[in-house]
């Protein structure tokens, strides 16, 4: 793992210890007064994936902590980036966030020649919510038990197997464009509109793999219809300790996390930054948050908006290097 992400977790102890003096609201009228009104979370892909779920835990806890909607607001399009426009071009009031992603905020500035926002200067970062490991899952029916036996499998059959994503430029279209270049795999490329759709055809056997967050995997690997090869993160996952990474598995090196928070437009005030931040730090103290984000594979972080604003830019310069090097790009 970064030394950034090491400062993260640590920074998450530190937060767990102190939660009762950070989670209080700023002391200025402005934060005072937030929110008189509902707010909206944009989640800039279709529903049914990782970022939607967890932006709906997100929404809830907030909605019930300050007796105020907020409104879940899926406009998915262009691999998340109408979505983030929308954000970056909304008053910077704080009413108006987007759920941060590792393909919209680590990916894009890389992948996309022509972004119509600066991925940095055009927002506010908040707090890194969660991460979420990311699994390699295969059909049921495909004849291999392992990571070994699939790259053996794929080489056998160049360019023959194929894998779906959630659409050219999604998480789970890089996190496997990275996996075929450490395998030096010829895999092709299915694009989805939406993870739901993509996991309809893989469980129906229209597609071969994927490899994508683990909430909207592990119920059809409970029950069977998805075989689980191995976790893209750089350790086990409690869920499925069982399961090896794909690194122990045979692809050294590999570590794909998915990850989010919630961003605001530049410009939005300081006192507004600080009450979310605070509110959502005691959310991620919850128990019930806590055995939630847990029982979808997901791992609560927290972290001040300083450090998510660098934990991004370590994740853009990382995932730069990945995507020049499988020379993967989307118009």
């Not at 998915?76 to 071009?89: E, I, L, N, R, S």
């Not at 990311?134 to 038990?145: C, F, G, R, Y």
């Not at 392992?146 to 430029?169: C, D, F, H, M, W």
């Amino acid at each position: 793992m970064c030394k950034t992400c090491d400062s993260i977790l640590i920074t998450a102890a530190f937060l767990t210890m102190n939660a009762p003096l950070l989670a209080q609201p700023a002391a200025t009228g402005v934060g005072q007064a937030f929110p008189v009104k509902p707010v909206r979370l944009v989640v800039p892909f279709t529903p049914g994936g990782s970022t939607d779920i967890v932006a709906r835990i997100v929404g809830q806890k907030l909605d019930e902590a300050w007796k105020q909607q907020v409104i879940i607001d899926n406009r998915p399009g262009a691999g998340g980036t109408v979505g983030v426009d929308f954000v970056a071009k909304s008053a910077p009031d704080g009413y108006t966030l987007v759920m941060g992603h590792v393909g919209t905020f680590g990916f894009g500035p890389s992948l996309y020649s022509r972004l119509p926002y600066d991925s940095v200067r055009d927002f506010v970062p908040i707090t890194l919510f969660a991460n979420v490991p990311n699994m390699l899952v295969v059909n049921a029916s495909l004849p291999v038990k392992s990571v070994k036996e699939l790259i053996a499998l794929a080489k056998t059959r160049p360019g023959q197997l194929n894998y779906g994503s959630a659409g050219s430029g999604s998480a789970s279209h890089l996190t496997v464009e990275y996996f075929k270049l450490l395998s030096r795999t010829d895999i092709t490329h299915i694009p989805y509109k939406g993870t739901s759709p993509m996991l309809t055809d893989l469980i129906a056997g229209q597609t071969s793999f994927t490899i994508t967050g683990v909430p909207p995997l592990y119920p059809h690997v409970k029950s069977g219809r998805l075989r689980a090869l191995g976790i893209a993160s750089a350790r086990r996952l409690a869920l499925l300790p069982e399961l090896p990474t794909i690194a122990e598995a045979g692809v050294p090196g590999y570590e794909a996390t998915t990850w989010f928070g919630p961003l605001a437009p530049a410009k939005t005030p300081r006192e507004i930054i600080a009450r979310l931040n605070a509110e959502l730090l005691k959310i991620l103290q919850r128990p019930d948050v806590r055995e939630r984000l847990a029982a979808d594979g997901a791992e609560p972080v927290g972290s001040t908006p300083e450090e998510f604003a660098a934990y991004i830019k370590v994740e853009i310069e990382r995932w730069a290097k990945v995507i020049k090097e499988s020379r993967v790009h989307v118009e």
